[in-house]
Structures are given as C-alpha cells and as structure tokens.
C-alpha cells in the first residue's frame, strides 16, 4: 500500500528535525543532574558552574540572525546538518575535557551546533505543510523535542551509575553525528522562495508588534529554561531538603509536564487560531500563571511543591504560543528572521538568568554545601519584578484601550435642521463606494 504524502512528509521531514530538536533539549537541560558530577570532578564552583552552563544559551543567541537568515537562504536541511555536526565535535570535546576553559569551549561549540534545531524544524513545518496545521505541528514537534528534557533525567541518572558523564558525552557525540547524516540524506530538498527587497531584518525589528511581544515572552520562557536547566536542583536540594532521589523524581516530573505542556498549547493555540481569538491571550494567561507560581516560591507559600514547578516547566514550552503570534504577525519567507529575532531575546534573557542567579548566590555562604533560602528568594525574585514589568509594557496598549472606551458619553444636545445636513453631508463624504462585482458581491 502506497504511502500518503502527509505521512511520507512527517516521516522524512518532520521526525528527523524533531530528531534534533530532542538532541538540543537534552543538551540544554543535562546540566542539572550532571552539575555535581562536574562539580566534583573538576573543581567548579557555582559561579563557574552558571557561565558553564549559560553559555549555552548565550553562543545560541548570538547565533540566531544569522541562522535565520542562513535558514531563509539555504533552507533547514543544509542548515541543520552543518550544525549538527559541530555540535557532535563539541560533545567529543566535553567528554575528554580536564580543564574549565576546554568544558567551556566545548560547551559552547554544542550552543552554536543545535542552535538552528528550533528554528530549522520551523522552518521545515511551514515549507512542507499547509499553513493551517502549522501551529499544532509547532507543539508536536517541542513536545517531541522536550522529551530530551525527560532523557536527562532518570534515564541519565541511571547511565551515569554505570558508566559515567564521560562516555554518556561520547555516546551524545555520536547520536548526534548520526542524526546530522539523517537529516542531510532523509530530508528532501525545498526550492526556498527569494525574499522580497522590503522583506528584511529590518522588517522584523521595525514592527511595533514584535517590541510588543518579545520582553514579555522572553523574561518568562527564558527564565523558565534557566530555572529547569539549572537552578531547580540547588533549590530543590538546598530549600526544600531533597536527597538525590526525590531530586531525580521530581526533575521527571517536570520534564514529563513540559513534553504534556508543548502538546496541550499545540493543540489550544490551533483550537482558538480557527475560532478567530489572538494567540497573545494564550500567552498572558501563562505568564500571569508562572509569575504567581515564582511568587508562590519564593514567598514559601504552603502548596505542593511540584504544583508550583510543573508550572515552571510548562512555561517553557510557550514558545508555542510566541511563535505562532510571530507567524501572524510575518509573511513566511521572514519566517526564518523572525523565529531568530524572537530566539535571540528567548535565549539571550536565559543566559542573563542563569549566569546572573549564580552571581547572586556566590554572595552567600554555603553552611554544609547549602545556600540559604533567602539567596534563593532575592536571586529569583529580581527575575519575577523584570517579568512584571515586562508584562506591564505588553499591557499599556490594551489599558489604554480600556481608558478610552470607559471615558464618560457625552449629553445630546439638539441641533437645528442646518447643523443635522452639514452632519449628514459629512458622513456621506467620508464614504468609500465600492463597485459590485457579477454576481452582486462587494
């Protein structure tokens, strides 16, 4: 029986960009279980620990212009197959470093190479579907690639029992080299359609629209990221007292909500797009929601810890949400530009967030390898005071609306006959006519 083209299309364009955008999620997040084994091994402390870690996010940023307008210009699977494999030479560096300058460098090398696995599956989605099933396949593919943040947790736990971060890197390496070959021999080329002169980066950053949305999506998905791939485990350990067991479950836990959370806001952003209400109420809802559960956090309120967590890992997923406000917003042959622009901000905030919250805590002592609660609360709280305001600038607009439509309506006064035809004659030349066409339709 002959294959459809909708499958043929899911299994040799879609899975295998999801492919890669589950290898970048696992790197972005394995830090957390893999932080005192570092730790350990080589000496870092916590301020060394957050760049390690956060330059990830920064090298990633830094490289979404480019690979957006790379992606525009080449297409995803040229693109991400080059990637990948600096990616796979990075995690082979990290296996074998001894040194935080070379753990470093390797680091960031695996930043740059799964920086395009987002964006290129994106891009991908809006070449080869129609353009209605974009957003859902959106939250399909980060639900399939936040299963990388479920593997780097027991399953991790377990593979480092028995052999070692080490060779878990050398394995990733070659994971990763294997699925750049994929990509490159699978993925069918794409005729990319030339942006127009006015379709520009330019074009991006010029819209009122984007400066809009993009501090509000950025403070909330990027401190979401950092929290997940970093800083959730001291909390976990130093505030709420969990031993690495606890630890681990509550870490797949979280990882399991934010694969569930990718599909739901797949499905909810394509539910309401059909019936004409605006992406960006989706997003304000979440990030109301996870500034209350932060607050909740950090005010030490008496519920369920892992209640107020999942929180923080289903906001990372947003970017469903954010990316298909974006995709309303531009035409498809910015797609590229625009995704990057917006990820730049997402990982940009999330380097700042990771590396900042680690400065923060150094001022602290540790009392037995354990910070106190309140360096906690003042690192994350300056998180959650940037996120409001930001949530403010997205709301000034829509107060202003609200201002206007609430003003006072004025008394009707009478008018004599001659101030009632200067009325209507100015309303009748304000009037645009439009001709009707054959079958009587304007």
Known sequence: MQISTAWRRIAFVF?????????????????????GHLSSDTGLGTADLGLLTSVYFLVFAAAQIPIGVLLDRFGPRRVQSVLLLLAAAGAGLFAVSTSFLSL????????LGVAAALTAGLKSIILWFPRERVTLLNGYMIMLGSLGAVTATTPVEHLLAWMGWRPLFEILA?????????????????PIVPSTAHATLGSVFGDRRFWRIAPLSATCIGSAWSLQGLWASPWLTDVEGLDRAGLVR?????????????????????????????????????????VAAELALILRAPLPSIVLWSVVAIVGTATVASFAVIADY????????????????????AFLAQFGTGLILEQWSANGGHRPVQAYQVA?????????????????????????RMRPIPFLVPADVFDLVVSVSSYEDSLILLPADDDAEW
Do not use: D
């Open 15 to 35: 899975l295998p960009f999801a492919a890669g955008y589950y290898l970048s999620y696992l790197f972005r997040t394995i830090n957390a279980l893999i932080a």
């Open 174 to 190: 070659a994971a990763t080299g294997v699925t750049a070959i994929l990509i490159y021999v699978v993925v069918p080329e794409r």
């Open 250 to 290: 509550q870490l797949l836990t979280m990882s399991i909500v934010l694969s569930c959370g990718a599909w739901f806001f797949g499905t909810t952003v394509h539910y309401i797009k059909r019936r004409g209400i605006g992406t960006e109420t989706i997003l304000v809802m979440v990030s109301v929601l996870f």
């Open 104 to 111: 470093l460098i390797a680091r960031a090398m695996i930043g």
């Open 380 to 404: 994350f709280g300056l998180n959650v005071a940037l996120q409001i305001a930001a949530l403010l600038w997205f709301a000034l607009p829509w107060a202003g609306y609200l201002a206007s």
């Open 330 to 349: 531009f035409p498809p042959e910015l797609a590229g530009r625009a995704n990057g622009a917006l990820n730049v901000l997402h990982f940009g905030w």
